[in-house]
Structure formats: C-alpha cells, structure tokens
C-alpha cells in the first residue's frame, strides 16, 4: 500500500521558510520487509512522475521504522518506534542534484490527482509488463546535457517495446515492409503508439503513417552505421520533441486514464513547443516521412 502524505518543514535561519512538503509512504500487508522490496515500489511513483513532468526527478531522503530502532524508557518498554534515515547505494547519489524550480516542473501532462487511485493502481499493475518501454524513457526524459540523437535511441527503444504490446492496429499496413513476406518495421511500432494516443499533431506532422516513418529513419540512421551521414540537426530535434511527447502520454494509457486525459490533446492541437520547433525550422512531413523545407 502506498500512500501520499503531506506534511511541513521548515527551515529558521534569519528568517523562517516553511515548505510544503510530501513522503511517499509505503507498507506490505504481510508485515515488516527488506528496504530493497520498498524501494521497487517507490521507484515506480518516481518513474511515473518522470513521465508526467517530463524531467528528471530525485529521492531526497528514506526513512524507515522498524523494531530494530526503537525509543525506550528505563524499564527496556518501547515508547515509541521513530523514523530513522537510511541511505541506499541506490539512490545516494540523487540527494545531492539540485532540487528543480517550480518553473521546471510547471507544466505536466497530468497531476496526480488527475491519475486518481484507480490510475496508480493500474500503472503499477501495468509496470513489469511494461518495463521494456517504461526503463529506456525514464532514464533520459528531462536529464541535463543529453544529446538528441539518444533522446532519439532512448524513446524509440521505447515506442519498439509499447507497439509489440499494443498490437496490430487498423491503418498500419503501409508501414510494414516490402517484398514476398511483408512485416512490421519499426515505423509499425511506432504508428501503433500514435494510433493508440489518438492525438492532433501540428499541422506539418501531417499524417500517422508520415511521422511514423519519419521517427523511424531517425532512430534507424543514428543506430547503423552503415546508413551513412547522421541525419540532421534540424530533423533530428524535431523527432525527439515528438517522440519523447509520444511516450509521455502512453503513461495515461498504460494507468488507464487515456479517454478522460487524453480528450483535450484530441480535440485540439495542444503541441506548441512542436509547433515552434518545426515553424522555426521551416519543416514539414510528407506522407513517406520525408522532411520538407519551405523551398522544396
């Protein structure tokens, strides 16, 4: 059982600051267990709220109670069984990256509260499933100085894992390959990731299948050596706004909330920052996924 409790700190120097302040609680219903088991389950709300906010985000202390740290009065009775700090291997090294600003983390696909207790059930239930596509995303989403190219490789290794969950979709078959035995390509993966979400793309996207093909090629010439040159600068960022937007809203599938929190980025265009990109670039998809400038 997890649970969110909120709480208050605060911090008396010369002034006094009170911060507002939430723990992630959790208990097995089978009574005292190894830290390791605990942290799995954290992991997972970490993991989620990495995808929701579109950032990297940090576990900042662990406590634990347990029968092995007790308060007790003269006569050996146990008065009280505080929380005690622990320190893991795991996680040691994120106590010390800077704290984000509620500017960085303004803007999320959806709050908490929005995934409701039904959603976090459904994504944990959902997790092992799903680690394929959670893992490769997770890792990169939001981290300081990558490169796009492994924003590129990170979330298609992502969008790879989700299509074979997902499964055949309707409209797919264009993208499957050609010759005696067509089969599904990486393109097919990724279309049915965006079959699934069901979502209006900026008008220059243009059409499931383009995109498709166009994430696809990126993730394709930066993988093999023998494609040749990188692709472009330009294309490349452009894939990995889309694709890392992709995997952030298959989060609300995989909790099961994707009709309720889906509907607004299905009824209208809600992907400024792509449309930016793609108006400062001067960029366009055709239906093969080739990328087209104002003067082609």
Known sequence: ?????????????????????????????????????????????????????????????HCLRDDL???????????????????????????????????EIGNPIAGLHEIGS?????????????????LPSASILGRNGVFLEDLVISTSKSMEAAGGII??????????????????????????????????????????VGVSKAIANAYNDVKHYDRGDFPGHEEVHVVSEISQMIVRLLTLHIAGRADDLLSI????ERFYAIKQVLDAYELRLDGTGKWLGDSD
Request: charged share 25%; with cysteine.
């Open 69 to 103: 740290f007790t308060s007790r009065a003269g006569d050996e009775r146990v008065i009280s069984t505080p929380l005690t700090e622990v320190i893991s291997r795991n996680s040691y090294r994120e106590r010390i990256t800077e704290a984000p600003s509620v500017k």
């Open 118 to 134: 039904e959603g976090l059930a459904a994504w944990a239930n959902n997790y092992e499933a799903w680690k394929r596509f959670i």
């Open 1 to 61: 059982m997890l649970t969110l409790r909120a709480g208050w700190l605060h911090a008396p120097e010369r002034k006094t600051t009170v911060h507002d302040n939430v723990a992630l609680v959790s208990t097995f219903e089978s009574g005292p267990a190894p830290f390791w088991d605990h942290f799995v389950e954290h992991r997972k709300v970490a993991n989620l709220l990495v995808f929701l906010f579109g950032r990297q985000l940090s576990f900042r202390k």
């Open 167 to 208: 499964g055949e979709q309707p409209g797919e078959r264009p993208t499957w390959s050609s010759g005696r035995r067509p089969r599904p390509t990486t393109a097919t993966y990724v279309y049915r990731c965006l079959e699934a979400l069901a979502v209006q793309w900026p008008e220059p996207v243009g059409d499931r």
């Open 265 to 268: 980025y299905r009824q209208s």
